[in-house]
Structure formats: C-alpha cells, structure tokens
C-alpha cells in the first residue's frame, strides 16, 4: 500500500516583503513633504535634496565596491532613504561640502563602519545631521527666508519658531502656533515646513504596516503631556503642548527617524518606552539647555539604550505561552 504525505510550508515562511519594497514605501512616504519644501524653498532645496542623496549613494557604493570587497548594496535603497531624510534637516541652500560632510557621516561612520543595513546602531541620518550641527553651528542655524515657487515673504521669517521664542520668551509662544502650523510652518529646514504632510506619509507606512504606530504616538503622547505640565506650572516660562507638538523636528524625528527598523526597539512596549524616553529628553533639552531644538540628540542617546530595552522587554519566543 501506497504511503501519503502532506506537503506544507515550514512555519518560518515569511511574507515576500524585500528590504527595497520597504525603502520604496519610505520613499513615497516622504514625497508629500519633500514635494512641498521644493515649492516653498525652490531650486535652493532641490539641489541640496540631490547633492544628498547622490554622495550618499555613491559613498556607499564606494565603500561596498572598493573597502569592504563586497556586491554593491545601493539596489536596497536605503541609501537612497538617507540621502533624503539627511536633506530634510539641513538648512535650504547650505553649502555642498557640508552636504558632502554629512554624506561621509552618515553612510561611512554611522552605517557602514558597523557593517552596513541592519548592524548600525545609530540612525545614519540623525548622526550625519548632530555631526554637522556641532561641526557647523553656524551654518547648521542659518535658516533662509522661503523664496520658492509659491511663498510669501511677509508670512515668513528667517528664524524658527523655536528660536523665536528663545528670544521673545514662552509667554508670546502661543500667538505663534495655530492650526496653520500644520500645514506650512515657519522657517527651518524641509523636514519642518509641512507637519501635515509629514503625518499623511506616516499614515501611509501605517497603513501599509512598513511601521507600526506606537513609537510615534508615545512620543506626541509624551511630548504633550510633559509640556502640559510645565505650561500650566509656568506659562510665562514654559511652552504649551501644542506649541511643542508642532515646531521643530519632532513630528519628521516621530514619524521617519525615531521608527528606524534597526535602531528602534523590537516589542511593543519596549517601542512606548523608547518613546517615552525619546519625548522626555527631546522636552529637557528644549526647557532647560541651550539648543532650541533638541530631537536628533534624544533619538541618539535612546539608540544607545535600545539593547538594554530589548533585554528588558522581549518577544516572547516561539511556541512560548
């Protein structure tokens, strides 16, 4: 008598998900906001946008090809994500070479000297711009007036409004948000013109499950409440939660950074604990040091805690109850 068997897929057959379909969802995802910074700040940030991403790519290529000995990694795209993400924190117009600076940073030290995607510990792009902000203070601070293809000058003021109320003190900061905060802010760099463009990408890899959305919210959720408090204890002192939600970098750090893959936690709640951290270092730096803005710095230093809080708050393994 004939013996039968069942053919079935081992239980470890994954989803036929590549890392390039997933930087491509990245890609569109950041296009809404990148589309208008080209219109607010013009040529100026159309060709910063390209200087990046081009030396990031051919650095990697280069560094692949030529130190490593290895195939080409640039197909993945993520070079390509860096590049981007690197150009939306600088200033419209900044000079190449710092662009170039930057480049090096990001892709040579932060992501290829730890073996490339998936090994870094840091996110490449937030330690390209933190390299060049302590490298380049001044040039790092200079926001140009935005003169693209659709602005109004009189709407627009060359300092940001963190830097504004730096100046003008917390008392004044609410006459300088509104709603339409959300949809062109005030000065900056591209990653700050548009916060609603920036949330309709986020919404967009939620939706396509490339992130899920509790690193994000425990950030805004953290953010808010630690401003709610130090506004209602000081107001004349402190800034209030929206004011903090909706300037600088927190929703671009929230949304594409501080939800990297590789330098973000594993579990669930380990992601609400990054988070956490994330809002309140990011609300410390801005109440009492001495930048403005203070979002690159705390996803770095919660990227240094990301093993201690996957030890702490693991996956359970599998076949485990």
């Known amino acids: ?75 993945d795209l993520s070079a390509v994500v860096t590049g981007m993400l690197l150009a939306m924190n600088l200033p419209s117009g900044i000079s190449w070479w710092i662009v170039l600076i930057g480049a090096v940073v990001s892709i040579g030290v932060a992501k290829m000297t730890f073996g490339g995607l998936g090994q870094n510990i840091f996110n490449p792009a937030i330690t390209g711009r933190v390299f060049l902000l302590v490298s380049f203070p001044a040039q790092m601070t ?22 504004q109320v730096k100046i003008l003190g917390a008392a004044d900061a609410d006459a300088l948000v509104s709603l339409q905060t959300l949809f062109t802010n005030i000065g900056g760099s591209a990653g700050e013109i548009s916060a609603i463009a920036l949330l309709a990408g986020w919404l967009y890899l ?26 209602a204890v000081n107001p004349e002192l402190y800034t209030g939660a929206l004011f903090n939600l909706l300037t600088g970098g927190v929703v671009l750090g929230a949304c594409f950074m501080a939800t990297d893959y590789v330098t973000s936690p594993m579990s669930t709640w380990g992601g609400v604990v990054f988070g956490f951290g994330i809002g309140f270092i990011l609300m410390m730096i801005r109440y009492f040091g001495s930048y403005p803005e ?15 809080i996957n030890m702490a708050f693991h996956q359970k393994k599998y076949g485990r109850k």
């Open 1 to 75: 008598m004939a013996e039968s068997y069942i053919v079935s897929g081992n239980p470890h057959w994954h989803a036929p998900v590549s890392t390039k379909r997933l930087m491509l969802d990245v890609i569109i995802a950041l296009c809404p906001a990148v589309i208008v910074s080209f219109l607010y700040y013009g040529w100026s940030e159309i060709l910063v946008m390209a200087e990046s991403i081009a030396f990031c790519v051919l650095l990697e290529w280069a560094i692949t090809r030529f130190l490593m000995k290895k195939p080409s990694t640039i197909g």
């Open 142 to 163: 200079t926001w140009p007036v935005p003169s693209g293809f659709i602005h109004n000058v009189d709407a627009f003021s060359g300092a940001t409004l963190l830097q």
């Open 206 to 231: 939620v939706c396509r499950r490339v992130i899920k959305p509790w690193i994000t919210l425990s950030i805004f959720a953290t953010v808010a409440c630690v401003a709610a408090v130090f506004h």
């Open 294 to 308: 203070g979002m690159s710095f705390a996803i770095l230093l919660m990227n240094m805690a990301v093993p201690l």
